[in-house]
Nanobody, 115 residues
């Protein structure tokens, strides 16, 4: 059974940091590209960061220089280090695993940034 479980969300002040984790099970993690997406109230879900199976990262312009995506293949886990957080980063953050036509999503973790 494929499972992705996000953790690490919370409430922090603007300028603070959070580190999100997404633990996976039931997939061959090494094969999968891993993404972080977010969805703010009343807005569409947007791609935040991606890391390929070989570890190449890519970022949305809105988070470039502030967020870092990484993966720990032996632990089947992907991380999102978020620094210099802004109120506009407030959203539910989801991780996704993708490989060819396969896509699996976690249930999300809430991130709230107070001004």
């Amino acid at each position: 059974q494929e499972q992705l479980v996000e953790s690490g969300g919370g409430l922090v002040q603007a300028g603070g940091s959070l580190r999100l984790s997404c633990a996976t099970s039931g997939i061959l993690f090494n094969l999968y590209a891993m993404d972080w997406h977010r969805q703010a109230p009343g807005k569409q879900r947007e791609l935040v960061a991606t890391i390929t199976s070989d570890g190449t990262p890519n970022y949305a312009d809105s988070v470039k220089g502030r967020f870092t995506i990484s993966r720990d293949n032996p632990k089947n886990t992907v991380f999102l280090q978020m620094n210099s957080l802004k109120p506009e980063d407030t959203a539910i953050y989801f991780c996704r695993a993708s490989y060819r036509s396969l896509n699996y999503w976690g249930r999300g973790t809430q991130v709230t940034i107070s001004s």
